[in-house]
């Protein structure tokens, strides 16, 4: 396995995005790299009594066609992040580690940050604390062109390939069962948000990446 892996910024990523984290003795995450909506760069994905459900992160409008990761804002709009705490407390409320986890977890919907790719990288760093792994993260300083990567280069790229609609092929990533609250209502579901993971298996979590 290479030593070096590119990833998109992600808002409480999937489980497959810490894996990588997890496996790499070098983590760059992209901040020059376009916004693309629906993609786990504003939106994580949790398990609740109907289902899968999508939380998603409003962004301010920007000019023309597009803009880089790190320079979207975070919108206001439409009481997001009660919204997002109350789906969470319903979802996982009674599971194992809820409590345990969340006054660590709450100021990430009380506080407010401008630019999505700094909330999202605190959020990575906590997790990682939570989770108990130390990865070497570094942002981008450029955008890392396709051309630039090759064999001899020594990085694996999952920027395009980890997303919620037609993922990329990933060899080296295999999601284990682990215990989930609705599991004999839909039964396992695979590569939620790792928010799922931790408050389903605590410090054990990290077996699971």
């Known amino acids: 396995m290479s030593s070096v892996v590119l990833l998109s910024s992600v808002y409480f990523g999937p489980v497959q995005w810490y894996q990588k984290l997890n496996h ?3 983590c760059q995450i992209e901040r020059y790299d376009h916004f693309i909506k ?4 504003n939106r994580c994905l949790i398990a609740t009594t109907n289902g899968i459900q999508a939380l998603t992160v409003p962004t301010e409008k920007y000019e023309g066609d597009k803009c880089l990761m790190k320079d979207i804002r975070i919108s206001d709009h439409g009481n997001w992040r009660h ?14 580690f809820f409590e345990f986890y969340q006054d660590e977890l709450r ?14 990288m605190e959020i990575t760093e906590k997790i990682c ?3 108990d792994i130390h990865p070497v993260i570094i ?13 001899d280069s020594g990085i694996m790229d999952y920027r395009d390939s980890i997303r919620p609609k037609h993922p990329g092929k990933d060899e080296f990533f ?14 396992f579901l695979p590569n939620l948000s790792i928010l799922d993971l931790l408050f389903n298996e605590g ?4 077996l699971f990446l």
């Open 129 to 131: 604390r939570l989770l």
């Open 174 to 187: 295999l999601p284990k069962n682990y215990y989930q609250v609705y599991s004999q209502k839909f039964g």
């Open 38 to 41: 629906q993609t786990y760069r």
């Open 107 to 120: 100021p990430f919907f009380e506080k407010r940050w401008e630019f999505l790719y700094d909330f999202n």
């Open 139 to 151: 942002p981008t300083d450029e955008y890392v062109k396709m051309d630039q990567i090759n064999q």
């Open 83 to 96: 919204l997002h705490w109350n789906a969470l407390l319903s979802a996982y409320g009674e599971s194992p």
């Open 24 to 26: 790499y003795s070098e």
């Open 203 to 206: 410090n054990e979590a990290v």
